[in-house]
Structure formats: C-alpha cells, structure tokens
C-alpha cells in the first residue's frame, strides 16, 4: 500500500461508505451471535453469504469510484502508470 496517496471524498460519500460499513459489521456481529446461540449451520452460512454479498457490494463501489476519480485524474494528468495499478487491482478484484 503506498503510504503517501490519498482519496478526498466528500461527505455525502464518506457517509454512504462507512454507513456500508457499519451495516457490514452489524452483519459480522450477527452471525458472531449466531454462532455463540448455537444456530443451525445452514442459518449461519446463510448469513455469512449475505455478508459476503455485502463486502462485494462496498468492493464494487469502491472500485467504480476509484476508477472515476483517481484513475481518470491520474491519466488526465498524464500519469498513465495508474494503468498497471489499475490492471493489478482489477487481477486482485477478480481472484
């Protein structure tokens, strides 16, 4: 992870990502429950998808809006090694 780049988003973004985020984890801790109550097996892996579902969901966001803002930025900027990051993320998006 390159420790210098960083994203400005706004707040109406920043708030749509970490409401995702909470709902994700409300998630986590849900089928962390579960499992401590002794629910079927079949009930939690129902969950666990669901979750699965919804960090793929906030993945897919991420991307689109990096690929809109900092890769598109980056490349009228002239910088178009953000290509070969863009491809390497697209490799680990797709695994």
Avoid: P, W
Wanted: a neutral charge.
């Amino acid at each position: 992870m390159d420790c210098c780049k960083k994203t400005k988003r706004s707040k109406e973004e920043k708030k749509q990502l970490i409401n995702r985020i909470n709902r994700i984890s409300g998630q986590i801790n849900g089928i962390k429950e579960m499992i401590d109550n002794d629910v079927y097996c079949n009930d939690v892996l129902i969950q666990i998808v669901a979750a699965e579902k919804s960090l793929k969901s906030l993945a897919n966001l991420m991307f689109e809006n990096h690929i809109y803002r900092c890769i598109s930025d980056d490349i009228e900027k002239g910088n178009v090694e953000v290509v070969d990051e863009l491809i390497s993320l697209f490799k680990r998006f797709n695994d």
